[in-house]
Structure formats: C-alpha cells, structure tokens
C-alpha cells in the first residue's frame, strides 16, 4: 500500500505493536492479472473483509490516504446482496476485498486512480510483481533519514512483539523487502532470539526474528541502501 500498503488498521491502535492480519481465505499467490496497474484512492477508515461478504470484516483496515490496489485490471468484482466488493492486494503477498462503492454522506470511500498514479503496485496486484515486494505503512515512527531493509529469503513469520510467544498468524513471502523503523534497526532480543522492528501494511509496526536462518541459510539478508529504494510510512528513511 504507495501502496495500500499504507500498511492496516484494526486489531489495535495500529500496531502499538498491534498484530497483524491472520491468514486470509484467499491464498498468497499470485493472480491473473495485467500488467496495468489499478488502484484507488481511500478517503476514509475502511473495512476489509476476508471474502466478498458483508459478515466476513476482518477487524482490520485501511486508513484515510493508503492506497488501495486491484488484483486484476479491470478489477475483479463479486457481489453480497446488492453490495459489490473488489479484490485488493495486501500485506504479505494476500489478498482480501473491500466495499467497493461504500460512502460517507454521499462521498465515495474508494475513488479510482488513473493508471500514471498508480506508481507502486505490490505482489498480487494488477501490475505488481509476483514473488512480493516491499509494503508500505500509513503512520510514521521515528526513523532515520536513510532507510534500512532485509531481503526475505524464506517465507518468515511475523511476531506482534518481540517474543516467540507472539506469532501473528501471518508472514513475509520469499521475495518481499522488509523495512526496518529505524536505522540502525530496532533489536530487541527476547530469550536469546534477536528480533528487528519492520514497518508492515496500514502504518503499523511488527517484529521479524533478525538471525532465524534455514540449513544454515539466513532468512532475512541485510541490502545496501541503494535497493532500499521505497521505504514504507513508518520506515527509517520515509520521506
């Protein structure tokens, strides 16, 4: 979210460290999709649901001023009743789907975007890449004027604090960039585990295990500040 990946609000007051999303209906791979990105604008705090249902909110959702992007161009509508819902891109690669003509006094929630705007497509989004790619959050920290970033190598839990206790249910895929909040990280170890504090969808804060490695290969790989190139809001570096 620059992307709707003004990474999510719900579960808490926005990661304070709120925890994340769990798993979606919809899997994390990629869908058909053009190679034109689609997205929307969000004018005001807006539900997301775990299928195109009225009963299906989630409890999370995007804040006033994130960026909303369509799987497909054009976007893949399904409908509840007489209430539509689009299939949007969000934080680790997933997929879920939002009111797509809901109103506040007569003022859409969702306005469409022209192709030139929609400048930062994520994995699964019309246009995005399909092995993930960096998330972008909706509140800032306090970060540095460069930003840091790891290369997720294996797909990786994500942890609403820095404990082993506190899986969120969700994940960063191969491919997806994590921003840290700080340069140098935030590390907080937690019974001999190191754990870094990354920016993640709706402008909240979680917690990524920094040393987790795989047959001896690392999990998370640290880049040069010259791929660190799209800091999400809440990222060390965000302008």
């Known amino acids: 979210m620059n992307f709707a990946l003004k990474l999510f609000r719900g579960l808490s007051a926005s990661l304070g460290v709120a925890l994340l999303i769990g798993p979606l209906a919809t899997p994390a791979t990629a869908q ?15 539900s997301v649901f775990s299928r195109p249902a009225a009963n299906a909110a989630m409890g999370d959702r ?18 509840d009743g007489n209430r539509a819902f689009v299939q949007v891109a969000i934080y680790g690669g997933r997929t879920a789907w939002v009111p797509r003509l809901s109103t506040i006094d007569g003022v859409p929630l969702l306005v469409d975007l022209s192709s030139d705007q929609c400048t930062n ?39 609403s604090r820095p404990s082993p206790s506190a899986a969120s249910g969700d994940s960063f895929n191969a491919g997806d960039i994590a921003y840290a909040t700080t340069n140098p990280p935030t590390a907080v170890v937690y019974g001999g585990r190191s754990f870094i504090q990354v920016a993640i969808y709706g402008g909240r804060k979680a917690w990524v295990p920094q040393r987790s490695t795989i047959d001896g290969a690392p999990i998370l790989v640290d880049l040069s500040t010259d791929q660190c190139n ?10």
């Not at 995007?62 to 409908?79: E, K, L, M, S």
């Not at 799209?230 to 302008?239: K, S």
């Open 230 to 239: 799209n800091p999400p809001i809440g990222a060390a570096g965000r302008r």
């Open 121 to 159: 497509p994520p994995a699964n989004a019309a246009g995005g890449r399909a092995t993930g790619g960096p998330t972008t959050g909706g509140t800032t920290g306090t970060s540095g004027t460069v930003p840091y970033c790891y290369l997720v190598q294996r797909q990786t839990s994500v942890f």
């Open 32 to 46: 058909t999709k053009s190679s034109t990105p689609y997205c929307f604008a969000v004018k005001d705090t807006l």
């Open 62 to 79: 995007f804040n006033q001023g994130d960026i909303a992007y369509a799987t497909t161009n054009p976007p893949t509508v399904r409908f």
